[in-house]
Structures are given as C-alpha cells and as structure tokens.
C-alpha cells in the first residue's frame, strides 16, 4: 500500500492552525515527528505525524502552554522626540 503524504498547509488546515504555528511546533524538541521531504524542499507528513501533532495540540492547550517565558515580557518603549 503507497503510504499518503499531506503538505504543511494541509496539516495545518486539518488541525485548525496556522503553518506558523506548525512550525514553532515542529521546532520544540518533545514532538518527536518524523521529517520527510520531497524533491523541491517541501516538508510532507504521514498520517501518524498527524495524529501526534493532535496530541501535542491537546497536550498544551490543557496544559495551558501557549507562549515562551520571554513572549511576554514588555520591550523596551522608544520615546519620540
């Protein structure tokens, strides 16, 4: 049986995020997600690294883990002169 492929778009549509998203997933060392890539470069992804990233996506909105220690903490403001 050929095994079917989806794109990072795809993936993201089926999960109801967006490819940023995906991405900054996919750069956190827990997720364990197989990479493959086709012949131009585009990062593809098997049924079961789908059903992972449903569980990383459940994982951290019960976990309340949204955003890095940093995200909120306030630049410094620049005065206009």
């Known amino acids: 049986m050929v095994q079917k492929f ?32 086709n012949y131009n470069g585009w990062r593809l992804f098997t049924s079961d690294d789908i059903n992972l990233l449903q ?3 459940k994982r951290t909105k019960k976990n309340g883990r949204r955003f890095k220690e940093t995200t909120l903490i306030p630049i410094r403001l620049i005065e206009k002169e």
């Open 55 to 57: 569980e990383y996506k």
């Open 6 to 37: 989806y794109t990072s778009g795809q993936v993201a549509r089926k999960l109801h995020i967006s490819i940023s998203t995906l991405k900054r997933w996919l750069a956190d060392d827990d997720l364990k997600v197989k990479e493959y890539r």
